[in-house]
């Protein structure tokens, strides 16, 4: 049995956020799940796709986050329990369903789960998603702990279906990957068969259903703001005429530094869990005790501008601060140090801070800046690329996934990057900017996901590129989850089918289509070449499993290579590949066989053929 479906209510169990958000949702009785998988959300998905293969809760890797919420948004709506999960920048692809979908509601729960992504440890940018609260008028709960996490879950699917409308469950990367001890809750039955009952003036959003659509979700709003007031998501603390006010993870920060600063009975504070519709009777009762408040929010000054604007209504002059020189920045995330840094200088409160360590004797740490794996076969694409451009002005269009990493030296191999599936798009823009020539790369996953429209579109529109489409035959940097190229068949699951990417290419009208084995590398840049040359759009289909999932598949049989006498140091094998496994010993090139996969692209580019099949002993 899963480890998340013990149902021992009381029993205390140690958690990622994560796991915690996945126990929450099984406590709820959710039903139906779906996801495009997305750090930092991804083990919420791994952990659910792993109960409904134990259960008869569903789960499905939808192909993007859009088609992730209609799947959930029409299960809700027949009346299951249903949660859809996503990184920040997935709510993106989903907005266009989220929009209208606020006006819909749902007659059965529905929890829209977005992981914001402070700092952007594995992302494109740190946008603040509880503008997507405001701006579609749906509730939203923050978590401010792995433990209030696991109780939010059930609490949003309360809420929903209270107010007969989606609730958007915001968190951010410091609480899914952060781990603690929580207390378990009961696991609800799940209702996993529902009926949907027809009613077009209410789901079939053609405008004049859709006038009234929008009155009713301007009176769940109106509901939400009174269940705000009540809610014991938000609460206070301390006594004094300096105020607080904070969310999600910074209450942590908050609560030591009020510690540290030993101001607890000089400050008082406002934590708000339930800040869309924020609870407004609330706020003007906190402000009205207060002489000077400051608003601890990582990300953008969504509460400051709200509670400003609070004030302002209830004639409250008092100076609420919290962006700015010399307070808190919109970038990144904060940390205690800094919370209690700020405050003690806002309020004027005497710090005592620790002597700092002599770290005088100690050295700086290694830099490891992110790279391919050893063996990667998308390594071996992109110096074919590069092999089989060598004289050409080439624009590099790429996209997100593992090969986004191809930018850096010495491969260079990426110089556009925006959001998923638009290098293609880009690609056809550059195309018919540039007389240069144009070789795009996007990920199978990722071209199943949003890339599909943009090959259509430089088909239809005889654009003159070259798309590399990186098939390594899994969902690779998120970790591995499944893509509909995937065979699912290896992984022993059954009641799949699997997508052909060259069929669909074929069938979206593409002429000319090769697909190449990226370790054979004087036919993939034989392949290239002749793609490259194509006049009009061209595909490539490098296919090669990802070593790591390989090696999880038992599949990995090459043995490593070493670096022999008949080296002579030209040291093309390091300069042009700068595979990991790689390392010098005094001057000399060497290959460490523990990293080594044996895939033998270094000792096809040794021009002395110096590189050779390690011996096994």
Do not use: W
Not at 118 to 132: C, G, L, V
Not at 137 to 160: N, Q, R
């Amino acid at each position: 049995m899963h480890r998340l479906l013990i149902d021992q209510p009381g029993a205390k169990r140690l958690l990622l956020g994560n796991e915690a958000i996945a126990r929450g949702a099984v406590e709820a009785g959710v039903a139906v799940a779906a996801t495009y998988p997305g750090t930092p959300s991804s083990e919420i998905a791994l952990n659910l796709f792993q109960i409904s293969r134990e259960t008869d809760r569903y789960f499905e890797y939808s192909t993007n986050e859009k088609v992730a919420l209609e799947v959930t948004a029409a299960a809700a709506n027949a009346g299951l329990r249903s949660l859809c999960l996503m990184k920040h920048v997935g709510l993106n692809v989903a907005a266009d369903a989220l929009m209208t979908l606020a006006y819909v509601g749902t007659r059965g729960g529905l929890v829209i789960l977005t992981a914001d992504d402070p700092a952007m440890f594995s992302s494109q940018n740190e946008q603040d998603n509880r503008y997507y609260a405001k701006l579609a008028g749906l509730p939203m709960l923050e978590p401010s702990s792995v433990a209030e996490a696991l109780a939010m879950v059930p609490a949003a699917f309360d809420l929903s279906e209270k107010l007969h409308a989606p609730v958007l469950l915001r968190t951010t990367t410091r609480v899914n990957h952060s781990t603690a001890v929580v207390e378990l809750g009961p696991i609800r039955t799940p209702v996993t068969a529902g009926y949907f009952k027809k009613d077009p003036f209410s789901f079939v959003t053609v405008p004049a259903v859709s006038r009234q659509l929008h009155v009713r979700l301007l009176e769940r709003l109106e509901e939400a703001g009174r269940l705000a007031e009540a809610s014991p998501f938000n609460f206070e603390a301390g006594d004094g005429r300096l105020g607080v006010v904070c969310n999600g993870v910074s209450y942590g920060y908050v609560h030591d530094a009020l510690e540290d600063l030993q101001a607890g009975g000089r400050v008082r504070l406002l934590r708000l869990g339930f800040t869309h519709p924020l609870p407004e009777e609330r706020i003007r009762r906190f402000l009205a005790a207060c002489d000077k408040v400051l608003v601890v929010e990582e990300g953008e000054p969504f509460m400051e501008e709200a509670i400003r604007a609070i004030a302002q209504a209830a004639a409250l002059t008092l100076p609420i601060r919290g962006k700015g020189a010399g307070l808190f920045s919109r970038l990144y995330e904060y940390d205690p140090a800094m919370v209690r840094r700020v405050m003690a200088a806002y309020f004027a409160l005497p710090q005592r801070p620790a002597p700092a360590l002599d770290l005088s004797d100690v050295p700086a740490l290694p830099q490891r800046p992110p790279t391919l794996c050893a063996g990667c076969s998308h390594r071996a694409t992109f110096y074919a690329v590069k092999k089989a451009t060598e004289g050409l002005d080439v624009i590099h269009p790429s996209d997100i996934g593992c090969y986004t990493l191809g930018f850096l030296p010495p491969l260079s191999m990426g110089d556009f990057v925006i959001c998923m599936g638009a290098s293609i798009g880009s690609a056809c823009g550059f195309s018919r900017a540039s007389r240069q020539k144009v070789v795009a790369f996007i990920g199978d996953s990722t071209f199943f996901h949003s890339g599909m429209p943009g090959l259509v579109n430089a088909v239809f529109n005889n654009h003159n590129l070259t798309l590399v489409i990186l098939d390594n035959r899994t969902t690779a940097m998120t970790g591995h989850q499944p893509n509909p190229g995937v065979d699912m068949a290896e992984l022993q699951l059954e009641g799949f089918n699997r997508v052909d990417i060259e069929g669909v290419v074929k069938a979206l009208g593409v002429a000319h289509v090769s697909v190449i084995r990226p370790y054979n590398v004087k036919k993939s840049i034989a392949a290239l070449r002749e793609a490259i040359a194509f006049p009009g759009v061209s595909v490539v289909i490098s296919r090669e499993k990802c070593t790591l999932y390989a090696r999880g598949l038992r599949q990995l049989h090459g043995r490593a290579f070493t670096v022999t006498d008949k080296c002579r140091n030209h040291r093309e094998c390091v300069d042009a590949l700068a595979c990991p496994a790689f390392y010098l010993e005094g001057d000399r090139v060497r290959i460490d066989a523990d990293i080594c996969v044996g895939c033998a692209l270094c000792a096809q580019v040794c021009p002395e053929h110096a590189i050779q099949p390690l011996r096994q002993e």
